[in-house]
Every structure is written in structure tokens, then in C-alpha cells.
């Protein structure tokens, strides 16, 4: 039993992977993009993938304190 979000997720995903093929075709060589696939494939790799969305919302969070010191000294 699947929910109608899924069946159009679904359906739709390839329409998804087209865009996405398209923004990475923009910024990124063939060549590139095998080493991105190398890197994260690699134990470096794996492990930023794992730390990326803590590390997202820590930087979010420092960014956020250094901003009201910076506002209070304007």
C-alpha cells in the first residue's frame, strides 16, 4: 500500500533526475564527476556525507551568534 505522494513521487522522479543532470552538467566536467564519485566512495568521503547535515546546523547556529555580536557592536 503506497500513499498518493509516493505514486507521484514515483512518477515523477525522473523528471527530478533530469533537472539535477542538467545543474551538475552546468558546474561539473565527466572527469569531475567521476572524482566526486571516487571521493565519496572513499572513507573521507562517506564520513563528510555523515557529519554534512550536523555540520550544516552547528555552522547555522555559530552564524547566527557571531551575527548578533557583530549587530550589537553597530
Not at 551568534?65 to 550589537?72: D, L, Q, V, W
Amino acid at each position: 500500500y503506497r500513499t498518493a505522494a509516493e505514486r507521484v513521487l514515483e512518477r515523477r522522479l525522473p523528471e527530478l533526475m533530469e533537472i539535477l543532470v542538467a545543474l551538475y552538467d552546468r558546474h561539473y566536467s565527466h572527469d569531475d564527476i567521476r572524482g566526486l564519485i571516487t571521493f565519496f566512495s572513499s572513507p573521507l568521503g562517506r564520513k563528510l556525507v555523515e557529519n554534512s547535515q550536523e555540520l550544516m546546523r552547528e555552522s547555522y547556529s555559530l552564524g547566527v551568534a557571531f551575527g548578533k555580536s557583530i549587530s550589537e557592536e553597530i
